[in-house]
């Protein structure tokens, strides 16, 4: 029957049900899962024997490049990416190829092979959304959604400065209906728009130049709005400054700026009965910690400035961040922060790429590969892991690479195996420049996190910060019947053998998405139908009326016309708009 499995006996890990290692069952029928299945039911139900192995709710990656503009850029720039790694075409998937960004194909084949069933798109130009839909469209196995770039729109920027909010939220209401998107990514706030006319900001109190307002104005608005509106994920914040030494201080004064916003998430949804409130609480995540988080004043003194970062969200808890870890070897750096991107063209010559999405945002590209024996990329490294480590809650932060911008999220099994066994992590500074011990802490961290903390952080903390709990990142009765069983027994567990770790997250024994399995011991079974989140923001009438009169006398500096500018839902791969209610 499809639809319908019974996975018996396994060790379950649901942090969001507080269950942690039980050996018990999962049903699911219709695709969602259920207490159990009848004696009928059982009958043409596939059953799945997970003695001696863990299972977790399918992953949940909440921060990674893989559809869109840039990403296409970047496969374009990187032939020698694409030879490196590839798959054959099969009866039932398609070929692909393609190491750091692999093709929308491979994409999706290789995120499900690690147990993997939801991923987000982490920035999405407006104007590109049409593009970034029809790639989302394209990558099988995934339910998929995407963060709208606002952070330096010149509309937003305008009703920000003059204070008003009404039709400011009114305008990300319209804008995220308008391109079916699910949130609000905020990158360099006012310095991407400085970069147009070759300048950037240097401060939370710098005012760009034409809408002179300040990164602080920005941040602000944004995530009073964002709680106003009630979508379900905070604002996703790339922070000012990324990538310069010292920055982790503008990092952390960021996160200061939001700390008196009351998170209001407002989706009209029915809930998967979790023991846990499934709800978010934060009113700001902060995306790739690692690259806002240099310390020192310069590449001569750099050093890892983490600690001074993960103080503070061990102290506070309106935030919540991802991790940007490093895992080594070849990446391609992608980001809306044009500005980066040119600093790291100039110090490493490399092929660049870099765009202006006219009134909304830019963007760079740059082929990267990250060495062990570099002094500042093993500094780097250090400082991915400590985000996780340093943090007490691990509540308070999920594990990414930024694919691509650290690593392919192909290699998160790796982080998995650094982050679970200090081992590891100790025979990996053996074979590191000496500054990864001795301009960061990490060689004195001991801590080796269990299962059920990684749970949280690929899968139940994901899923609960970006106002998807009420459906992924479970397992408890209501929720999606997405499932990854992974060849580790917990009783037999031994961190030490963490190349053995590696080998069970890389491919998982199943991989469950919506009671049928579709990838099993590394091999793609089945093409399953996905889904294309979408947030659908309930607003007064008259304060869109007012407002799109006045978005549609400023379209005269766009290159297209107002009626060309909106997504339709044909671009969508099944789509599901996620109710907001604004009118409280």
């Known amino acids: 029957m499809a639809g319908t499995i019974a996975i018996k006996n396994g060790y379950v890990y649901d942090p969001l049900n507080e269950v942690d290692g039980e050996v018990m069952d999962i049903f699911i029928k219709n695709g969602k899962v259920v207490t159990e299945l009848s004696a009928s039911e059982m009958k043409d139900a596939k059953e799945i024997d997970a003695k001696g192995k863990t299972v977790m709710p399918g992953g949940v990656d909440s921060h990674s490049h893989v559809a869109g503009a840039k990403v296409n850029t970047g496969r374009m720039m990187r032939p020698e990416d694409h030879y490196k790694f590839y798959q054959q075409k099969t009866p039932i998937a398609h070929s692909g190829c393609g190491y750091s960004v692999p093709s929308v194909y491979l994409g999706g084949y290789e995120y499900s092979k690690m147990g993997y069933t939801t991923v987000f798109e982490a920035a999405v130009p407006p104007m590109e959304a049409r593009h970034t839909h029809e790639e989302m469209r394209s990558t099988p196995m995934l339910d998929m959604g995407g963060y709208l770039v606002l952070g330096n729109n010149w509309f937003l920027m305008r009703y920000l400065k003059e204070g008003d909010t009404e039709k400011a939220a009114a305008y990300i209401s319209w804008m995220m209906k308008t391109h079916k998107t699910y949130g609000i990514k905020c990158v360099n706030p006012a310095g991407v728009e400085n970069w147009g006319w070759g300048e950037n900001v240097s401060g939370l109190k710098e005012a760009n130049i034409h809408f ?220 590191c420049h000496k500054w990864a011990s001795d301009r960061s802490g990490l060689a004195a961290e001991t801590r080796e996190m269990t299962l059920s903390e990684i749970a949280i952080l690929t899968r139940a903390n994901a899923a609960r910060t970006i106002g998807l709990a009420h459906r992924k990142g479970t397992l408890a009765v209501g929720a999606d019947g997405d499932v990854a069983i992974y060849n580790l027994d917990p009783k037999k567990l031994e961190v030490n053998d963490y190349e053995g770790i590696v080998r069970s997250f890389q491919n998982a024994a199943y991989t469950v998405k919506g009671g049928e399995v579709v990838a099993q011991d590394g091999e793609i079974v089945a093409i399953p139908e996905k889904n294309t989140f979408y947030s659908d923001i309930a607003i007064k009438a008259d304060s869109e009326k007012e407002m799109l009169k006045d978005v549609k006398s400023w379209f005269k500096y766009y290159t297209i016309g107002f009626n060309n500018y909106p997504t339709s839902e044909k671009y969508l791969a099944n789509p599901t708009p996620i109710k907001v209610n604004a009118e409280r």
Not at 359 to 367: D, F, I, K, Q
């Open 212 to 431: 002179e307002i300040t990164p602080e104005e920005i941040i602000k608005g944004l995530t009073e709005v964002n709680e106003q509106l009630g979508i379900p994920m905070p604002v996703h914040l790339h922070a000012n400054n990324l990538g310069h030494p010292g920055c982790w201080e503008v990092t952390r004064d960021s996160l200061k700026i939001p700390k008196s916003v009351k998170a209001k998430p407002n989706q009209d949804v029915e809930w998967a009965e979790t023991k846990m409130k499934a709800q978010r609480h934060e009113s700001v995540y902060l995306t790739h910690c690692q690259f806002n988080a240099f310390g020192g004043t310069s590449w001569r003194d750099f050093e890892s400035g983490v600690k001074g970062i993960t103080d503070y969200v061990n102290s506070n808890d309106h935030v919540v961040m991802d991790s940007g870890c490093i895992p080594f070897g070849d990446a391609t750096v992608m980001t809306g922060d044009g500005p980066a991107i040119h600093d790291l063209y100039k110090l490493t010559g490399n092929k660049w790429s870099n765009t202006d999405v006219e009134c909304e945002c830019g963007s760079g590209v740059l082929p990267f590969t990250y060495l062990k024996s570099n002094p500042i990329h093993s500094v780097q490294w250090a400082m991915g892991l400590e985000v996780l480590l340093y943090v007490n809650d691990a509540w308070k932060s999920i594990m990414t690479t930024d694919s691509p911008n650290g690593g392919p999220f192909i290699k998160y099994p790796q982080v998995i195996a650094w982050l679970m066994s200090n081992k590891a992590r100790q025979d990996t500074f053996e074979e």
